[in-house]
């Protein structure tokens, strides 16, 4: 009787401690495979669609899909490095040497910014299911964007969706949710 009873708390155990399967989620043309447990808010876009996406973790994603000239294209410019030689001159102005988001010195400012030393993020182009994607994914996880943007999907519309800050785990998940677009 005892093993009858460990054996059933057993496996009640095994599928409590299953993963919430995916569940399919549409935005346009696009569809997508998000975790059943994510907690979906649609937002009140003038000119898009907007929606927020909340994960067990609390993160916030962020989705917009309309024109590509409304969407937010995800790209953060890089701050303007300046040589460490001039580092005297904001301080007379401001009284102070500059915080790192104010202004960034180094002994190498041309060279850093053309190799984008300072960024917060790392840019690259992949393709998700035959569409062409820009992936965003932060140089250190934990601080900066983990997203994706798809410039011009098949009904000329594009598609952004990104969160902060995520950490290990967030992140993963996020790109595997980025694998799963593909035309409806």
């Known amino acids: 009787m005892k093993k009858i009873f460990f054996l059933t708390i057993y496996f009640l155990f095994l599928i409590g401690c299953q993963p919430a399967l995916p569940e399919k989620y549409?935005?346009?043309v696009v569809a997508l495979h998000i975790p059943a447990n994510m907690k979906i808010v649609e937002g009140n876009g003038t000119?898009?669609?907007?929606?927020?996406w909340i994960n067990r973790h609390n993160d916030t994603f962020y989705v917009e899909y309309g024109a590509p000239n409304i969407i937010d294209n995800?790209?953060?410019p890089p701050p303007v490095v300046?040589?460490?030689?001039?580092?005297?001159l904001p301080k007379r102005i401001l009284g102070r040497i500059p915080a790192p988001d104010e202004a960034l010195f180094s002994k190498t400012p041309k060279e850093d910014m053309e190799q984008n030393v300072f960024d917060q993020n790392y840019y690259r182009y992949d393709t998700i299911n035959g569409i062409v994607a820009k992936i965003i994914q932060p140089k250190v996880i934990g601080?900066?964007?983990t997203g994706i943007y798809i410039y011009e999907l098949k009904d000329k519309h594009a598609l952004s969706i990104y969160a902060m800050d995520l950490d290990y785990k967030s992140n993963d998940?996020?790109?595997?949710?980025?694998?799963?677009?593909?035309y409806k």
């Open 82 to 88: 300046y040589d460490m030689k001039n580092i005297e």
């Open 74 to 76: 995800l790209f953060n």
């Open 173 to 182: 998940e996020a790109l595997g949710v980025f694998r799963t677009i593909k």
């Open 143 to 145: 601080k900066g964007m």
């Open 26 to 28: 549409t935005i346009g």
């Open 47 to 52: 000119d898009s669609r907007v929606s927020y």
